[in-house]
């Protein structure tokens, strides 16, 4: 039995219907089980982190788990409850997901976000990998409506370029490290095979819909605002836009082979992605598309 948490979004989300695929035993955990849309088989349990106990009952059975967080500071000691839960319960195999530059000092604050559930992971005596993957390529989702309605898409980290990578294939390398133990014990940092930036993609997205995509460079206080109307804490906000600073000085312009060594293959590239995705860009999202374009 592998249980997933954050069973309902990008990576979660994918990890469960590829464990089905494979013909796995799936426990999927989510804090709304009549809400969630998931494969046949799968075996669907209510969870909140925030509830400790849920997340035991949730784990009780399970060999393998994966572990996604809750992303921000206020957040810090979610991930090593949520780990020592697993343990507890008998979960002998655990896959952290983490990001890019965790534990990086020039990151700041938001570079440590995921350290303690990285560490509890390391010291829950049990088999443990660790997933850093870089931006995703389903973040460009966020520029769907302003694409949509022939608006230039924002972009917060100017010329900074990063090595944005395909959800699916880092949802493809946790299954292989849930299924293996030949990954236990890794830290690794997943990239696509190339370095882009914001305007980059656009420019991929616009050669896909065979029209212009223009680009907006967002100033910080902009940022800060819609952020600080969006009701974010001010901690996480700070976090975030130390995040966007670090990839606009190019700290993220990193490249890694350790998705070929895992899948055996390359990995996609954005311009994939984009194909594979582009109906998103031309259409209105249903309930179900939306509720899968969250980052976990």
Same mark, same amino acid.
């Given at each position: 039995? !592998?249980?997933?948490? #954050?069973?309902?979004?990008? !990576?979660?989300?994918?990890?469960?219907?590829?464990?089905?695929?494979?013909?796995? @035993?799936?426990? +999927?955990?989510?804090?709304?089980?009549?809400? &969630? @849309?998931?494969?046949?088989?799968?075996?669907?349990?209510? #969870?909140?982190?925030?509830? %400790? =106990?849920?997340?035991?009952?949730?784990?009780?059975? +399970?060999?393998?788990?994966?572990?996604?967080?809750?992303? /921000?500071?206020?957040?810090?000691?979610?991930?090593?409850?949520?780990?020592?839960? &697993?343990?507890?319960?008998?979960?002998?195999?655990?896959?952290?997901?983490?990001?890019?530059? *965790? #534990?990086?000092?020039?990151?700041? =604050?938001?570079?440590?976000?995921?350290?303690? /559930?990285?560490?509890?992971?390391?010291?829950?005596?049990?088999?443990? *990998?660790?997933?850093?993957?870089?931006?995703? +390529?389903?973040?460009?989702?966020?520029?769907?409506?302003?694409?949509?309605?022939?608006?230039?898409?924002?972009?917060?980290?100017?010329? #900074? @370029?990063?090595?944005?990578?395909?959800?699916?294939?880092?949802?493809? &390398?946790?299954?292989?490290?849930? $299924?293996?133990?030949?990954?236990?014990?890794?830290?690794?940092?997943?990239?696509? %095979?190339?370095?882009?930036?914001?305007?980059?993609?656009?420019? !991929?997205?616009?050669?896909?819909? /065979?029209? %212009?995509?223009?680009?907006?460079?967002?100033?910080?206080?902009?940022?800060?605002?819609?952020?600080?109307?969006?009701?974010?804490?001010?901690?996480?906000?700070?976090?975030?836009?130390?995040?966007? +600073?670090?990839?606009?000085?190019?700290?993220?312009?990193?490249? *890694?082979?350790? $998705?070929?060594? !895992?899948? =055996?293959?390359?990995?996609?590239?954005?311009?994939?992605?984009?194909?594979?995705?582009?109906?998103?860009?031309?259409?209105?999202?249903?309930?179900? *598309?939306?509720?899968?374009?969250?980052?976990?």
């Amino acid at each position: 039995m !592998i249980l997933i948490t #954050g069973a309902t979004g990008t !990576i979660g989300g994918d990890i469960v219907r590829q464990l089905v695929a494979r013909g796995e @035993q799936v426990r +999927a955990v989510t804090r709304e089980p009549a809400r &969630a @849309q998931l494969p046949a088989g799968v075996e669907v349990v209510r #969870g909140d982190y925030l509830d %400790p =106990g849920s997340m035991a009952a949730a784990a009780h059975g +399970a060999d393998a788990a994966f572990i996604v967080g809750v992303l /921000g500071p206020e957040y810090a000691d979610a991930d090593r409850t949520l780990i020592a839960a &697993a343990r507890d319960a008998g979960v002998r195999r655990l896959v952290k997901l983490s990001a890019i530059g *965790t #534990g990086d000092t020039a990151l700041g =604050g938001v570079g440590t976000w995921h350290l303690p /559930g990285e560490q509890a992971a390391r010291e829950s005596g049990v088999e443990w *990998t660790i997933l850093r993957p870089s931006s995703f +390529a389903s973040n460009t989702l966020s520029w769907a409506d302003a694409i949509r309605n022939d608006q230039p898409v924002p972009s917060m980290t100017g010329t #900074g @370029q990063q090595g944005v990578v395909d959800p699916r294939d880092v949802s493809a &390398a946790a299954v292989a490290a849930l $299924l293996s133990a030949d990954h236990a014990g890794n830290i690794y940092t997943l990239t696509g %095979p190339e370095l882009l930036t914001s305007t980059d993609q656009a420019a !991929i997205l616009a050669e896909v819909l /065979g029209r %212009p995509v223009p680009v907006l460079d967002v100033p910080n206080e902009a940022a800060r605002e819609h952020m600080r109307a969006a009701g974010m804490s001010a901690a996480f906000i700070e976090g975030a836009l130390a995040g966007q +600073a670090y990839v606009r000085a190019g700290g993220n312009a990193v490249l *890694t082979d350790d $998705l070929e060594r !895992i899948l =055996g293959r390359p990995p996609r590239t954005y311009a994939d992605w984009a194909s594979d995705h582009i109906a998103a860009f031309r259409e209105a999202p249903t309930a179900a *598309t939306t509720s899968r374009m969250t980052l976990a």
